[in-house]
């Protein structure tokens, strides 16, 4: 089974919905990130969350929100979708306790189309 | 501002073929510098990580070189394979940061 999981796989939404991306992980990992990627923009950061308390902004959080219900659930909302979201969105993890190498760990992608 | 820059932004090389890839990077102090590769439609992969004290440091026929003064990366691919085709994304750690700092990446396309 896959480490890091994101829920749904693929989604078409119309501009003003609101819509949920889920990402779960068996890896026991504390640190949770939300990216999107678009052609030729590379990976930008959302949010993060350093634990289960911990909430932080990335580069570009307007117009998203997250929620970390538990240690191993990370949840990305767009309250109302508009078409410029639509991007592959990424959930990664990785683990504190191996702050001197940092890796993260990246699910497998949800693709979003906002029409 | 931490910055990291990649370069070409896409190469297309023949099968069998070497190609190297260059990251340059902005981020001080540097803690670390990963090199992911990211399959198309999927997640970045870890290939390989770089601390100050490494110069240079292999994964099978991937070597990622670190120049900490000039602040420059380069992952060099051997005799490349079709499913060598991907995104290369060079990753730094530092500038006081517990995020990292991504490049926009390489993508690499290796034609038979």
């Known amino acids: 089974d896959a480490d890091v999981t994101q829920t749904p796989r693929n989604r078409i939404t119309k501009t003003g919905k609101r819509i949920m991306l889920e990402c779960s992980q068996t890896?026991?990992?504390?640190?949770m990130y939300w990216y999107r990627q678009d052609p030729g923009l590379g990976l930008r950061l959302i949010y993060y969350?350093?634990?289960?308390?911990?909430?932080n902004k990335g580069e570009i959080s307007d117009g998203y929100s997250v929620s970390r219900q538990a240690q191993a659930k990370f949840s990305l909302s767009l309250e109302s979708a508009i078409p410029n979201q639509t991007a592959l969105y990424f959930c990664?993890?990785?683990?504190?306790?191996?702050?001197?190498?940092?890796?993260?760990?990246f699910g497998p992608g949800t693709r979003l189309t906002v029409l | 501002k931490n910055q990291v820059e990649q370069s070409p932004q896409s190469l297309i090389i023949l099968e069998g073929k070497n190609c190297t890839l260059q990251?340059?990077?902005?981020?001080?102090?540097?803690?670390?510098l990963r090199w992911y590769k990211q399959d198309t439609g999927r997640g970045p992969v870890s290939l390989t990580i770089?601390?100050?004290?490494?110069n240079t440091k292999s994964n099978g026929r991937y070597t990622a070189t670190l120049d900490a003064d000039t602040k420059q990366s380069s992952l060099h691919i051997t005799a490349s394979q079709l499913s060598d085709s991907a995104s290369y994304i060079c990753?730094?750690?530092?500038?006081?940061?517990?995020?990292?700092?991504f490049g926009r990446g390489t993508s690499l396309i290796v034609h038979p």
């Open positions: 990664a993890t990785s683990d504190s306790y191996r702050e001197g190498y940092n890796e993260q760990f």
């Open positions: 890896k026991g990992h504390d640190r």
């Open positions: 969350s350093f634990d289960v308390k911990d909430i």
């Open positions: 990251c340059n990077y902005t981020v001080s102090p540097f803690s670390n």
């Open positions: 770089m601390t100050f004290s490494e």
């Open positions: 990753v730094v750690m530092g500038g006081g940061s517990y995020i990292p700092t």
